[in-house]
């Protein structure tokens, strides 16, 4: 009768876990696209709200296919940025994205929202990255932490955001690539901020990598590499 019961439960696990892996398009089948290579974390952070519906039927070939290309944006990322988190996330369509994400102390002094010069290079090689890949839509975030108040922290983050966006423009990247570049303040914390160390995660800035349409339709016609 044990043996009997532990089988049954074996199987409603495995049940269970079937169910998952088939859920989405390109962000669980395409995870296995590709080896992830120097900082990238994780094969997928979690889910997120960038990237507008695209208006294309997107099938599980399409998916698994933009998810390898995300591979490997998600691996140059990595090897040319030195100083962000690079890891690969599910953008509103399903499908596989890169987020990368500058702590605000790399970026920029207190409370200011004008690039030193250390992050002007950092970034100079990020630009290279969108260059080469063009067909991905970026958004770009300025998140602060809980210190102060919206008055402050609002404009803080949006200034910042659009800092970065305006530095990666003076690289060369094409405007049309950066889709929205604002800043959200204190509302979407990664840590505790009550504690020196989850604030200083606060500050940061996400930069978001995710298919457009033509991306998709690429991936549809079997040219996206």
């Given at each position: 009768?044990?043996?009997?019961?532990?089988?049954?439960?074996?199987?409603?696990?495995?049940?269970?876990?079937?169910?998952?892996?088939?859920?989405g398009?390109?962000?669980l089948?395409?995870?296995?696209?590709?080896?992830?290579?120097?900082?990238?974390?994780?094969?997928?952070?979690?889910?997120?709200?960038?990237?507008?519906?695209?208006?294309?039927?997107?099938?599980?070939?399409t998916g698994?296919?933009?998810?390898?290309?995300?591979?490997?944006?998600?691996?140059?990322?990595?090897?040319?940025?030195?100083?962000?988190?690079?890891?690969e996330?599910?953008?509103?369509?399903?499908?596989k994205?890169?987020?990368?994400?500058?702590?605000?102390?790399?970026?920029?002094?207190?409370?200011?929202?004008?690039?030193?010069?250390?992050?002007?290079?950092?970034?100079?090689k990020?630009?290279?990255?969108?260059?080469?890949?063009?067909?991905?839509?970026?958004d770009?975030?300025?998140?602060?932490?809980?210190?102060g108040?919206?008055?402050?922290?609002?404009?803080?983050?949006?200034?910042?955001?659009?800092?970065?966006?305006?530095?990666?423009?003076?690289?060369?990247?094409?405007?049309?690539q950066?889709?929205n570049?604002?800043?959200?303040?204190?509302?979407?914390?990664?840590?505790?901020?009550?504690?020196?160390?989850?604030?200083?995660?606060?500050?940061?800035?996400?930069?978001?990598?995710?298919?457009?349409?033509?991306?998709?339709?690429?991936?549809?016609?079997?040219?996206?590499?």
């Open positions: 009768m044990k043996k009997f019961k532990l089988m049954t439960l074996s199987m409603c696990m495995l049940a269970i876990c079937s169910c998952a892996t088939k859920q398009t390109g962000a089948i395409g995870a296995g696209g590709g080896a992830l290579l120097g900082g990238i974390i994780g094969k997928i952070a979690g889910n997120t709200a960038v990237g507008a519906a695209i208006g294309t039927a997107v099938g599980t070939g698994a296919i933009i998810g390898k290309h995300m591979d490997k944006v998600a691996a140059e990322t990595a090897a040319k940025v030195q100083n962000a988190k690079v890891e996330v599910t953008d509103a369509n399903g499908l994205a890169v987020k990368v994400t500058f702590d605000s102390g790399i970026l920029f002094a207190t409370n200011k929202a004008t690039l030193n010069s250390t992050s002007k290079g950092e970034l100079a990020f630009s290279t990255v969108l260059k080469d890949n063009n067909q991905c839509y970026v770009i975030y300025g998140h602060t932490d809980s210190t108040n919206d008055g402050i922290n609002i404009p803080l983050s949006n200034n910042r955001a659009i800092s970065v966006a305006n530095y990666l423009k003076s690289c060369g990247v094409n405007a049309a950066l889709q570049i604002n800043g959200k303040g204190s509302s979407e914390p990664v840590a505790d901020n009550s504690t020196s160390a989850g604030r200083q995660q606060n500050r940061r800035v996400e930069v978001y990598l995710y298919a457009s349409k033509a991306m998709v339709e690429a991936a549809n016609n079997g040219t996206l590499k």
